[in-house]
């Protein structure tokens, strides 16, 4: 079965590259005919590891098309979800599993509700990747993803594929659970690297706010019955810091190249789960309050 995919950004199109590499169908879609003809002008999906360089000529195709969709990686950011599955419902057959990922949480209710003709898999990866440029993504270094379903069900076929591929996947009935240990640690590195302008091993010198930081996160997450997800979490992001020193943020690249970033369903979405529950997090809901100044102050969006 073909896999279609949405976003040949940075998770998107190493997904792209490692499945076709390893034989897999795979068809990107593009949000315009421009955007296609820039693709084919490029001459194909370029995926640089370790130094070495391979350009991978995948099929294209406009997101406008009008061929059904049985299987589709929706990789875009989180606030361009739910547009990508408005203009897809049409084209997705009944039964089509799409696997969404997109960084925080929010967006993934919002997609699922769009498309209820859909399996909608969740997932939460940690591969390092990034973009050199347009159709060119960079692997940085090596993770793991976490798939699964809301309420949990069983693991789909194609699992293998993705083994196959050097995609390191997992099944778990608790993807929830992953992706508020994924928001919680990025709600602890990511707006500071952006306030105090520096890489993540930067945050090292600020080590108070961090655990402080830690500390409301822990009670968040309690409060929304997320348990498991709250154990050793300050540990987990001092040795998140510590590995990743030499790393920009991806939420510090975005401020840095003038782009969105994805504050509304990270440290956004934070704050609103804290309010729905009356519950008090000063100094997040300070961070958030500082974040949002700062985007504005240099004429990017606060949402």
């Given at each position: 079965m073909t896999w279609h995919v949405l976003g040949a950004g940075s998770l998107g199109g190493l997904w792209a590259a490692r499945l076709a590499r390893a034989g897999q169908p795979v068809r990107l879609l593009l949000r315009n005919p421009q955007r296609l003809a820039q693709y084919h002008a490029a001459g194909g999906l370029t995926l640089e590891e370790n130094g070495v360089r391979q350009i991978l000529p995948?099929?294209?195709?406009?997101?406008?098309?009008?061929?059904?969709?049985?299987?589709?990686?929706?990789?875009?950011?989180?606030?361009?979800?739910?547009?990508?599955?408005?203009?897809?419902?049409?084209?997705?057959?009944?039964?089509?599993?799409?696997?969404?990922?997109?960084?925080?949480?929010?967006?993934?209710?919002?997609?699922?509700?769009?498309?209820?003709?859909?399996?909608?898999?969740?997932?939460?990866?940690?591969?390092?990747?990034?973009?050199?440029?347009?159709?060119h993504v960079v692997h940085a270094g090596a993770g793991h993803t976490w798939l699964g379903t809301v309420p949990p069900s069983p693991a789909p076929e194609w699992l293998g594929e993705l083994a196959?591929?050097?995609?390191?996947?997992?099944?778990?009935?608790?993807?929830?659970?992953?992706?508020?240990r994924k928001l919680a640690l990025?709600?602890?590195?990511?707006?500071?690297?952006?306030?105090?302008?520096?890489r993540n091993g930067g945050l090292q010198a600020h080590g108070e706010e961090v655990a402080a930081l830690c500390a409301e996160l822990v009670a968040l997450l309690l409060a929304c019955g997320q348990a498991d997800a709250a154990v050793d979490l300050q540990a987990e992001v001092e040795r998140v810091i510590a590995?990743?020193?030499?790393?920009y943020s991806s939420m510090y690249q975005d401020v840095a190249a003038g782009r969105r970033t994805e504050i509304g369903y990270l440290l956004g979405h934070a704050c609103h789960?804290?309010?729905?529950?009356?519950?008090?997090?000063p100094r997040l809901q300070a961070l958030e309050q500082r974040l949002r100044a700062h985007l504005g102050a240099r004429g990017l969006p606060q949402d």
């Open positions: 995948l099929s294209a195709e406009a997101i406008t098309d009008s061929a059904p969709i049985h299987r589709l990686l929706l990789a875009s950011k989180a606030y361009d979800a739910a547009t990508a599955a408005r203009a897809l419902h049409a084209r997705l057959a009944p039964g089509a599993e799409v696997i969404l990922l997109q960084n925080g949480l929010g967006s993934q209710d919002q997609v699922a509700s769009l498309l209820p003709q859909a399996r909608c898999i969740f997932a939460s990866s940690t591969e390092g990747a990034f973009r050199r440029g347009d159709f196959q591929a050097g995609i390191a996947a997992s099944w778990t009935a608790d993807i929830l659970g992953r992706l508020w990025n709600c602890a590195i990511n707006p500071l690297t952006v306030l105090y302008h520096c590995a990743t020193a030499a790393n789960e804290a309010a729905q529950r009356q519950l008090a997090l």
